[in-house]
Protein backbone atom coordinates (compact mmCIF):
# COMPACT_ATOMS: atom_id res chain seq x y z
CA UNK A 1 0.00 0.00 0.00
CA UNK A 2 1.45 3.56 -1.00
CA UNK A 3 2.66 5.48 2.27
CA UNK A 4 1.30 8.78 2.82
CA UNK A 5 2.89 11.68 4.90
CA UNK A 6 0.74 14.92 5.75
CA UNK A 7 2.29 18.55 7.26
CA UNK A 8 1.48 19.55 9.76
CA UNK A 9 -0.25 16.80 11.71
CA UNK A 10 -1.81 19.67 13.80
CA UNK A 11 -2.10 23.33 13.77
CA UNK A 12 -3.94 25.79 16.02
CA UNK A 13 -4.91 29.05 13.68
CA UNK A 14 -6.94 32.67 14.04
CA UNK A 15 -9.55 33.42 12.76
CA UNK A 16 -9.35 35.22 9.33
CA UNK A 17 -6.17 33.34 8.12
CA UNK A 18 -5.20 30.87 5.77
CA UNK A 19 -3.10 27.48 6.19
CA UNK A 20 -1.47 25.38 4.04
CA UNK A 21 -1.83 21.77 3.86
CA UNK A 22 0.59 19.29 2.20
CA UNK A 23 0.15 15.58 1.34
CA UNK A 24 3.34 13.52 0.20
CA UNK A 25 2.83 9.75 -1.69
CA UNK A 26 5.89 7.63 -1.92
CA UNK A 27 4.27 6.39 -5.26
CA UNK A 28 3.09 8.30 -8.51
CA UNK A 29 -0.73 8.46 -8.48
CA UNK A 30 -3.45 9.92 -11.03
CA UNK A 31 -5.71 11.33 -8.49
CA UNK A 32 -5.77 12.55 -5.12
CA UNK A 33 -8.37 13.14 -3.03
CA UNK A 34 -8.96 15.74 -0.20
CA UNK A 35 -11.53 15.16 2.96
CA UNK A 36 -12.89 17.15 5.95
CA UNK A 37 -13.78 15.27 8.97
CA UNK A 38 -15.95 17.72 11.22
CA UNK A 39 -16.22 17.11 15.16
CA UNK A 40 -18.87 14.43 15.72
CA UNK A 41 -19.01 13.71 11.84
CA UNK A 42 -18.47 11.38 9.05
CA UNK A 43 -15.30 12.18 6.37
CA UNK A 44 -16.72 14.80 3.08
CA UNK A 45 -14.80 15.00 -0.12
CA UNK A 46 -13.65 18.20 -0.33
CA UNK A 47 -12.42 18.13 -4.12
CA UNK A 48 -10.16 15.44 -6.46
CA UNK A 49 -6.90 17.03 -7.39
CA UNK A 50 -5.63 15.41 -10.89
CA UNK A 51 -1.70 16.47 -11.67
CA UNK A 52 -1.67 18.97 -14.85
CA UNK A 53 -5.85 20.39 -14.52
CA UNK A 54 -7.67 22.00 -11.90
CA UNK A 55 -9.24 20.18 -9.02
CA UNK A 56 -12.79 18.83 -9.76
CA UNK A 57 -14.39 19.99 -6.22
CA UNK A 58 -18.11 18.54 -4.80
CA UNK A 59 -21.21 20.11 -4.48
CA UNK A 60 -20.69 22.97 -1.13
CA UNK A 61 -16.89 23.05 -1.68
CA UNK A 62 -15.41 26.39 -3.42
CA UNK A 63 -11.74 27.01 -4.92
CA UNK A 64 -12.20 30.30 -3.62
CA UNK A 65 -12.04 28.69 0.04
CA UNK A 66 -9.91 25.42 -0.65
CA UNK A 67 -7.46 26.21 -3.16
CA UNK A 68 -5.77 23.07 -4.43
CA UNK A 69 -2.54 22.47 -5.96
CA UNK A 70 -0.78 19.57 -7.82
CA UNK A 71 2.32 19.98 -9.06
CA UNK A 72 3.41 16.39 -9.45
CA UNK A 73 2.42 12.91 -8.82
CA UNK A 74 3.16 12.15 -5.85
CA UNK A 75 2.25 15.66 -4.03
CA UNK A 76 -0.74 18.15 -3.12
CA UNK A 77 -1.81 20.81 -1.02
CA UNK A 78 -4.37 22.32 0.48
CA UNK A 79 -5.21 25.66 1.34
CA UNK A 80 -7.65 26.71 3.97
CA UNK A 81 -8.55 30.41 3.16
CA UNK A 82 -10.02 33.35 5.46
CA UNK A 83 -10.80 30.46 8.17
CA UNK A 84 -13.66 30.99 10.48
CA UNK A 85 -14.11 28.40 13.60
CA UNK A 86 -16.38 26.48 11.26
CA UNK A 87 -13.38 25.13 9.44
CA UNK A 88 -12.14 23.36 12.66
CA UNK A 89 -11.86 19.77 11.15
CA UNK A 90 -9.78 16.66 10.64
CA UNK A 91 -8.32 17.44 7.06
CA UNK A 92 -7.10 14.38 5.34
CA UNK A 93 -5.73 13.30 1.77
CA UNK A 94 -6.19 9.51 0.35
CA UNK A 95 -5.22 7.98 -2.87
CA UNK A 96 -6.15 5.00 -4.93
CA UNK A 97 -3.75 2.07 -5.73
CA UNK A 98 -3.56 1.71 -8.92
CA UNK A 99 -3.68 -2.56 -8.90
CA UNK A 100 -6.27 -2.98 -5.71
CA UNK A 101 -8.32 -0.19 -6.00
CA UNK A 102 -8.06 0.02 -2.56
CA UNK A 103 -7.97 3.30 -1.13
CA UNK A 104 -5.71 4.92 1.66
CA UNK A 105 -5.63 8.18 3.75
CA UNK A 106 -2.87 10.07 5.03
CA UNK A 107 -2.21 10.56 8.35
CA UNK A 108 -4.41 13.72 8.94
CA UNK A 109 -3.92 17.35 10.00
CA UNK A 110 -5.72 18.92 12.92
CA UNK A 111 -6.71 22.30 12.39
CA UNK A 112 -8.84 24.57 15.25
CA UNK A 113 -9.76 27.70 14.36
CA UNK A 114 -10.08 29.98 17.01
CA UNK B 1 -29.75 10.96 -3.13
CA UNK B 2 -27.00 8.44 -2.02
CA UNK B 3 -26.57 7.35 1.53
CA UNK B 4 -24.62 5.13 3.22
CA UNK B 5 -26.29 4.27 6.41
CA UNK B 6 -24.50 2.18 9.55
CA UNK B 7 -26.37 0.96 12.60
CA UNK B 8 -25.80 1.00 15.62
CA UNK B 9 -24.25 4.53 15.74
CA UNK B 10 -22.54 3.53 18.91
CA UNK B 11 -21.85 0.25 20.63
CA UNK B 12 -20.54 -0.80 24.00
CA UNK B 13 -20.22 -4.32 24.48
CA UNK B 14 -17.53 -6.30 27.04
CA UNK B 15 -13.75 -7.49 26.16
CA UNK B 16 -14.57 -10.91 24.19
CA UNK B 17 -17.59 -10.53 23.26
CA UNK B 18 -18.77 -10.66 19.62
CA UNK B 19 -20.16 -7.68 17.21
CA UNK B 20 -21.24 -7.13 14.63
CA UNK B 21 -21.57 -3.79 12.65
CA UNK B 22 -24.45 -2.88 9.75
CA UNK B 23 -23.68 -0.92 6.94
CA UNK B 24 -26.74 -0.22 3.78
CA UNK B 25 -26.91 1.80 0.81
CA UNK B 26 -29.64 2.62 -1.21
CA UNK B 27 -27.61 2.67 -5.08
CA UNK B 28 -27.01 -0.87 -6.60
CA UNK B 29 -24.32 -0.03 -9.18
CA UNK B 30 -20.92 0.65 -7.69
CA UNK B 31 -17.87 -0.86 -7.37
CA UNK B 32 -16.61 -1.09 -4.01
CA UNK B 33 -17.94 -1.07 -0.45
CA UNK B 34 -15.08 -0.35 2.00
CA UNK B 35 -14.29 -0.94 6.08
CA UNK B 36 -11.86 1.33 7.47
CA UNK B 37 -11.12 1.65 11.55
CA UNK B 38 -10.08 4.76 12.63
CA UNK B 39 -8.93 5.02 15.82
CA UNK B 40 -6.97 8.77 15.91
CA UNK B 41 -7.38 11.16 13.00
CA UNK B 42 -6.44 8.95 10.15
CA UNK B 43 -9.07 6.18 9.26
CA UNK B 44 -6.77 2.57 8.38
CA UNK B 45 -8.01 0.47 5.92
CA UNK B 46 -9.72 -3.12 6.36
CA UNK B 47 -11.70 -4.46 3.76
CA UNK B 48 -12.38 -3.55 0.32
CA UNK B 49 -15.50 -6.20 -1.08
CA UNK B 50 -16.17 -6.49 -4.58
CA UNK B 51 -18.95 -8.23 -6.83
CA UNK B 52 -15.73 -10.67 -6.90
CA UNK B 53 -15.02 -10.46 -3.73
CA UNK B 54 -17.79 -10.40 -1.52
CA UNK B 55 -16.53 -11.83 1.90
CA UNK B 56 -12.85 -11.16 3.54
CA UNK B 57 -11.32 -12.58 6.38
CA UNK B 58 -8.40 -11.48 8.43
CA UNK B 59 -7.55 -12.79 12.07
CA UNK B 60 -10.47 -12.05 14.39
CA UNK B 61 -12.54 -9.46 11.86
CA UNK B 62 -15.01 -10.26 8.81
CA UNK B 63 -16.69 -8.79 6.48
CA UNK B 64 -19.69 -10.29 3.61
CA UNK B 65 -21.23 -7.93 0.98
CA UNK B 66 -25.18 -8.80 0.18
CA UNK B 67 -25.98 -7.30 -2.42
CA UNK B 68 -29.42 -8.64 -3.05
CA UNK B 69 -30.08 -6.57 0.32
CA UNK B 70 -28.27 -3.94 -0.42
CA UNK B 71 -25.33 -4.05 2.67
CA UNK B 72 -22.47 -5.37 4.11
CA UNK B 73 -21.83 -6.44 7.85
CA UNK B 74 -18.48 -6.39 9.83
CA UNK B 75 -17.51 -8.90 12.76
CA UNK B 76 -15.35 -8.78 15.32
CA UNK B 77 -15.38 -11.63 17.06
CA UNK B 78 -13.28 -11.92 20.47
CA UNK B 79 -13.16 -8.15 20.95
CA UNK B 80 -10.42 -6.33 22.41
CA UNK B 81 -9.88 -2.98 24.26
CA UNK B 82 -7.70 -2.57 21.09
CA UNK B 83 -10.89 -2.72 18.63
CA UNK B 84 -12.68 0.15 20.41
CA UNK B 85 -12.58 2.68 17.56
CA UNK B 86 -15.20 4.19 15.10
CA UNK B 87 -15.70 1.82 12.01
CA UNK B 88 -16.41 3.48 8.84
CA UNK B 89 -17.69 1.75 5.82
CA UNK B 90 -17.55 3.70 2.72
CA UNK B 91 -18.82 3.37 -1.02
CA UNK B 92 -17.11 3.58 -4.35
CA UNK B 93 -18.83 4.25 -7.54
CA UNK B 94 -16.30 3.81 -9.87
CA UNK B 95 -14.71 7.38 -9.71
CA UNK B 96 -12.67 6.16 -7.31
CA UNK B 97 -14.70 9.03 -5.22
CA UNK B 98 -15.78 7.49 -1.53
CA UNK B 99 -19.34 8.35 -0.05
CA UNK B 100 -18.63 7.58 3.96
CA UNK B 101 -21.87 6.19 6.47
CA UNK B 102 -22.04 7.94 9.61
CA UNK B 103 -19.66 5.31 11.20
CA UNK B 104 -20.20 3.37 14.28
CA UNK B 105 -18.15 3.87 17.43
CA UNK B 106 -17.38 0.71 19.40
CA UNK B 107 -16.24 0.60 22.97
CA UNK B 108 -15.04 -2.33 24.42
CA UNK B 109 -14.53 -2.44 27.98
CA UNK B 110 -12.02 -4.90 29.75
Known amino acids: SAVISQKPSRDICQRGTSLTIQCQVDSQVTMMFWYRQQPGQSLTLIAT?????????ESGFVIDKFPISRPNLTFSTLTVSNMSPEDSSIYLC???????????FGPGTRLTVT | EDKVVQSPLSLVVHEGDTVTLNCSYE??????LLWYKQEKKAPTFLFML????IEKKSGRLSSILDKKELSSILNITATQTGDSAIYLC??????????FGTGTRLTIIP
Open chain 1, 94 to 104: SVEDGVSYEQY
Open chain 2, 90 to 99: ARDFGNEKLT
Open chain 2, 27 to 32: VTNFRS
Open chain 1, 49 to 57: ANQGSEATY
Open chain 2, 50 to 53: TSSG
